[in-house]
């Protein structure tokens, strides 16, 4: 028998970065639109991260996976409460995450036993990025953030994702 010699193979690792922002009570959001000549996105300021949104289907998505989220966040927090957190004045960012079309969505969600705020959680992941909401108050805040930030998508974006023309 002859021995044969072979070449190693080249391995290659992917590696995908994921974002995780836990949210207790209602927290200052802000959303910030932004439009040059050619180009624009919507910047939405949480605690602890902006997430822009480079086209109209990411803010689509964000939108309907909380919107979705509504009858597990009624059956997971229920009337309970999570101890907040003191909300300072400045927006404090550790990271920023780009989503751009239509992601991926997935929700989980753990009751009042198993959460570590002992009222539940909702987690929303969204592509590379995952917001659990600690209690009903984040859950609420989350909603209306997203339903601002795809409103100025719809202001600021065209039909093919680009920024639209402001009348002169």
């Excluded at 949210?23 to 919507?42: C, F, I, K, S, Y």
């Excluded at 859950?139 to 930030?149: E, G, I, L, S």
Aim: glycine share 8%; with cysteine; charged share 25%.
């Amino acid at each position: 028998m002859k021995a044969t010699k072979t070449a190693l193979a080249v391995r290659t690792m992917h590696y995908l970065p994921s974002v995780t922002i836990r949210l207790t009570g209602a927290a200052e959001n802000r959303v910030v639109p932004r439009r040059d000549r050619d180009r624009a996105q919507v910047d939405v300021y949480i605690p602890g991260a902006i997430v822009i949104l480079w086209d109209e289907r990411a803010a689509w998505t964000m939108l309907t996976a909380w919107r979705n989220a509504g009858g597990l966040a009624e059956r997971t927090f229920g009337a309970r409460r999570a101890g907040g957190y003191e909300v300072a004045n400045r927006h404090t960012s550790h990271i920023t995450i780009g989503l751009q079309g239509k992601q991926s969505v997935e929700v989980f969600a753990r009751n009042y036993l198993h959460s570590r705020s002992g009222c539940g959680e909702l987690a929303i992941v969204v592509g590379p990025l995952t917001i659990v909401a600690d209690d009903r108050e984040a859950y609420d805040q989350q909603v209306a953030t997203w339903r601002v930030a795809a409103a100025a998508a719809n202001a600021v974006f065209d039909q093919e994702g680009r920024a639209r023309r402001r009348a002169e």
